[in-house]
């Protein structure tokens, strides 16, 4: 595989994805399920944070321990579906910003149409972890990714739960230089771009719209 592709094999990952992909779940326990899986990828995908040394006074001593140094982090989901895993990562790294990019799947031509792009200021200064439960494609993440380089952005990871073997070739092919990680290499695309057997429509599971 890819050097820049990390699957994340975690047994509590795949054992909660597993419940993810369930027809039989319902909204409740699917967002939460969203929600656990992107705070457990959240701490894989944040391993590199550097870290840098500081002194303290426990109650017993002083001590050199650690803080995280350096790049500030922000979270960008892809609307919608991408929202159900901002708690998560928050959670693992609370002072992060949250930005949002809106896109849709246009069902006809099935290509990403942008409706809303809110970023933090300092987004340029920041490491950007981009989320999205879904890579099916790929459109609407290599988009996604495009837009936030365009703010100036120069270091970009891309989270996602379940990816199809075209978005991820599309992806490392369009922005070579993004650390994507998943949780599921599925098997591939279905005529209408579903992946299979992956877990159905996310956002629609998410917010209950179908
Ligand atoms: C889904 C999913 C991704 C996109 C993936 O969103 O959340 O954003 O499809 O497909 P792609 O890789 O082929 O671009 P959708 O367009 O259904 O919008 P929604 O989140 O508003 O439901
Ligand atoms: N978006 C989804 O929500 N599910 C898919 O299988 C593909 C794109």
Do not use: W
């Amino acid at each position: 595989m890819n050097k820049n592709i990390s699957l994340l094999s975690h047994p509590l990952i795949q054992h909660k994805l597993t419940l993810l992909r369930d027809k039989q779940t319902g909204g409740k326990e699917f967002r939460e399920m969203v929600g656990e899986i992107a705070m457990l990828m959240c701490y894989e995908a944040t391993r590199d944070l550097p870290l840098q040394e500081v002194e303290i006074e426990t109650p017993v001593a002083l001590a050199k321990a650690q803080v995280i140094s350096g790049k500030k982090l922000a979270f960008v989901p892809i609307l919608r579906a991408g929202l159900g895993m901002v708690d998560g990562v928050l959670r693992m790294v609370p002072a992060a910003k949250v930005g949002h990019i809106g896109l849709y799947r246009d069902p006809e031509s099935l290509h990403p149409v942008d409706y809303y792009v809110k970023l933090p200021d300092d987004i340029r200064e920041r490491e950007v972890i981009v989320l999205d439960p879904m890579l099916a494609t790929g459109g609407s993440a290599v988009e996604a990714i495009s837009v936030i380089k365009k703010h100036g952005v120069r270091h970009i990871k891309f989270m996602c739960i379940i990816a199809a073997p075209e978005g991820l070739k599309t992806l490392s092919e369009a922005h070579p230089d993004v650390q994507v990680f998943c949780a599921a290499l599925d098997d591939y695309l279905n005529d209408h771009c579903y992946i299979v057997p992956g877990l159905g429509d996310a956002g629609d599971r998410l917010f209950g719209t179908k």
